[in-house]
């Protein structure tokens, strides 16, 4: 039976090994209370790399034992990304998690050509997202919403392919994958229209595996059966769609923020394509949303 909420999905990772974090900079209260409630959920275990006198004094006004972490001490968030990424690369740690530092130089560091994350020059980062919207018969698992501005059809693929092996370790045994447009027609002058039934035809001849994928879609027949009925489509995704592929960051973006700011949605949240899964939530998001995205990353670490 597949997982239908995020408390499910930190349950499932309870049941399985713990994994080693390493949050970089995480000098701040929502960082440092996620990783401590990882701690106590027997999902992690944790270094933290960052100020020491600033995280002693955010765990003392918060009541949280700092001897449960590893601390790691570097003042500058400059540097604090490069000697978290090195931790990982010693094999000292399973997942890295940005902590109180600008997604620009989190991103840097494991980008870096020398001493980053990246497997191989061909490799394609790009971030996922778990949603759960009470408004949705189950978890929505999306892409790409904040790394990867246009994608193009082979970066398409591979978030096709991240999105999909997330399903699958959410125990969704064949996903039914959405690849939005502004239309649910074939419009050979939208670009979204052409990668999408491209990405389908692929699908169908076996060229991507382990999930149904359908599009081009409009948001409304992926995730509204009326709506397709409707319009007289026919498929098993819609209605049902388990992931969400988006044609550009804009589309993908404004639908993670009106999720979270309009529906009141949970989420997880990580970068795939890296040695290990990297943690990218808001510096804003709660420290709720940052135990749900660690408890997603673990679930996906080696």
């Known amino acids: 039976m597949s997982i239908s909420n995020l408390d499910q999905m930190v349950e499932l990772v309870k049941s399985k090994p713990r994994k080693r974090l390493v949050a970089v900079y995480a000098n701040d209260a929502h960082t440092i209370e996620a990783v401590y409630h ?17 995280i002693q004094k955010v765990c003392k006004e918060l009541n949280i034992d700092v001897n449960k972490f590893t601390i790691v001490q570097e003042a500058d968030e ?63 698992i999306c892409g790409d919403v904040a790394v990867i501005p246009a994608p193009d059809l082979n970066q398409k693929i591979a978030i096709s392919n991240y ?13 039914k994958v959405a690849l939005i447009a502004a ?15 491209i990405i389908s035809k692929m699908a169908d001849r076996g060229q991507i595996k382990g999930a149904l994928i359908d599009g081009p879609l409009a948001l409304d027949v992926a995730l509204d059966k009326e709506s397709a009925q409707i319009k007289k489509l026919n498929s098993p995704v819609v209605g049902d769609a388990d992931c969400l592929v988006f044609p550009n960051i804009e589309s993908g973006n404004v639908f993670y923020k009106s999720s979270t700011k309009l529906a009141n949605a949970e989420l997880a ?9 990297c943690i990218l939530t808001s510096r804003g998001d709660s420290a709720k949303s940052k135990n749900y995205s660690i408890a997603l990353a673990a679930l996906m670490a080696k």
């Open 38 to 54: 990882a701690i106590e959920q027997n999902i992690v275990d944790a270094t933290l790399v960052g100020d020491e006198a600033t």
């Open 269 to 277: 949240a990580m970068v795939c394509g890296a040695k290990v899964p």
């Open 78 to 140: 400059n540097k604090a990304g490069g000697k978290a990424v090195a931790l990982i690369n010693e094999g000292k740690g399973d997942i890295l998690m940005k902590g109180l530092l600008s997604t620009d130089k989190y991103m840097r560091a494991i980008l870096n050509k020398e001493n980053g994350l990246m497997p191989g020059p061909k490799a394609v980062l790009s971030h996922a997202t778990v949603i759960e919207v009470s408004t949705y018969h189950k978890l929505l």
């Open 163 to 175: 999105l999909i092996n997330i399903a699958h370790a959410l125990e969704v045994k064949e996903p």
């Open 183 to 197: 239309t649910e027609q074939m419009l050979g002058g939208m670009p979204a229209c052409v990668d999408a039934a």
